[in-house]
């Protein structure tokens, strides 16, 4: 929808860019809050592709870094609030990788701040909302990534 209307706006019949984001959604928690998001009928960008994974835990790093080379231009790993964690130790896993996963974006020459790490239970429809709306916005801002992509 807001892709047809940039395009429009610029009038110039190309397309215009717009970010894609994976967002690694753990089973347990953010999943469900984005399946309510979705019941509630609140609106959030369409540039998310959502993965469900067991648990915020089971992200390796090296999916990130995949992800990156795939062409996507923003990760977000999302999770249960520490303490909730269904299998009781996995976001702190995930706490824990994402520092280290940022240090090796930050050395690998991409923007650190194109991966986040989010904790929505599945009581917080509204606040999957905001949090993708907002890292929507932050990337349109940085930008394409145009680091360690695959040629297409």
């Not at 399946?35 to 648990?55: E, F, H, K, M, T």
């Not at 990760?75 to 996963?101: I, K, M």
């Amino acid at each position: 929808m807001s892709v047809g209307l940039n395009a429009e706006k610029q009038g110039t019949g190309q397309k215009a860019w717009e970010p894609k984001i994976l967002v690694f959604a753990c089973n347990w928690c953010t999943y469900a809050g984005a399946d309510l998001a979705g019941l509630s009928r609140l609106q959030y960008p369409p540039n998310i592709r959502i993965l469900r994974v067991p648990c915020s835990g089971r992200v390796n790093p090296q999916f990130v870094i995949r992800a990156f080379q795939k062409g996507l231009d923003g990760v977000l790993v999302a999770g249960c609030h520490p303490g909730d964690c269904h299998y009781s130790t996995g976001n702190y896993f995930t706490r824990r990788r994402y520092l280290l996963t940022k240090r090796l974006l930050e050395y690998m020459g991409i923007d650190p701040q194109r991966f986040q790490v989010r904790w929505i239970s599945g009581s917080e429809g509204p606040k999957f909302q905001q949090v993708v709306t907002q890292l929507v916005e932050e990337i349109k801002a940085m930008g394409p990534n145009r680091k360690m992509r695959d040629p297409e």
